[in-house]
Every structure is written in structure tokens, then in C-alpha cells.
């Protein structure tokens, strides 16, 4: 196994345990977490922090144990980042990944978070302590549900 591969060993248990800790920070009843396994195979796990305000964005979160990356969306549409790659430091340990992780959920809970339809794509972009994280998926032909211009998402509660 590679260096990457060992610190990766347990991340899908990782992964689960930092949802966990953003859905108790939450008030009651604001979100829920489903955890299930991922592929036909079971390959790796995805937890999906769900809102109660239907104005919200989902958080959709996917790791397998030694693969050395997590894939992490929101909402509706489907532009994913796979961190670290794609994010701030593609160098990033474990460590600073689910710290990007953490940071990233909290922001599409506080609604700071869109997606802009373009031609035949669909970006997704959200704001991090003033930081921007953009991402896009290019050859869209059709998005399901339909969007035409921006999507803004709401925060999960008032207040926030």
C-alpha cells in the first residue's frame, strides 16, 4: 500500500463521524443524515446531510477506505470536487482534507452556495470565509431537475 493509500485506511469512518458532528451542531429537526453504501459492490460509503428547507442544499459526500480521495457535492446538480485534488491543496493530508470538508459543509449550510446553468454546463460554486470554490461539469445537455440561470440556495435555518 502506498503512503497515501495507509493514511486513507479508515476514511469512510472518518467521513461519517465529521457529518455526524456538523448534524449535531445543528438546531433539532433542521437536517438529517442518511449514511448508505456506495455502488453495487459497496464501494466505499456516502452520507448525504439533508435540509428540511427544501430551498437548501443537500451535502453529498463520498470516500472509500484507501482510496486517497473523497468526493464532496451539493444540491441538486451534479459538479463534484474530489479532494485534494481539486481543492485548495492537492498535497493535503488526510487531515487538511477533512478540514476542507468541514469548512465546505458549513458554508452550504449557511447558504453560501449556487449553480449557474452555461452552455451545456452546469458550475457549482461555493464561498468559504470569502474564498471561492468553483467547479464545472461540461457537457450537459439536459439538467434534471431543469435550470435556466442561477440556482442561490438558502440557509438550513434563520439565523445562520
Known amino acids: 500500500m502506498s503512503r497515501r493509500s495507509d493514511e486513507y485506511a479508515n476514511i469512510e469512518e472518518e467521513l461519517v463521524r465529521l457529518l455526524n458532528r456538523l448534524l449535531a451542531e445543528l438546531p433539532p429537526n433542521v437536517a438529517s443524515l442518511e449514511v448508505k453504501r456506495a455502488g453495487p459492490n459497496g464501494e466505499g460509503v456516502v452520507g448525504v446531510l439533508k435540509p428540511q428547507n427544501p430551498a437548501s442544499a443537500a451535502v453529498v459526500a463520498h470516500a472509500e477506505n484507501g482510496l486517497g480521495v473523497v468526493d464532496f457535492s451539493f444540491g441538486e446538480y451534479g459538479p463534484t470536487w474530489e479532494l485534494p485534488i481539486e481543492g485548495d491543496n492537492p498535497e493535503g493530508s488526510k487531515k487538511e482534507v477533512l478540514q476542507e470538508i468541514r469548512e465546505m459543509c458549513r458554508a452550504v449550510i449557511a447558504g453560501n452556495c449556487k ?44 439565523g445562520n
Do not use: N
Request: hydrophobic residues 30%; proline residues 9%; glycine residues 10%.
Open 115 to 158: 449553480h449557474k446553468r452555461g452552455f451545456l454546463s452546469i458550475s457549482g460554486s461555493i464561498q468559504v470565509s470569502g474564498h471561492p470554490y468553483r467547479i464545472t461539469d461540461l457537457l450537459v445537455l439536459r439538467a434534471v431537475p431543469p435550470l435556466r440561470g442561477t440556482r442561490d440556495y438558502e440557509p438550513y435555518f434563520s
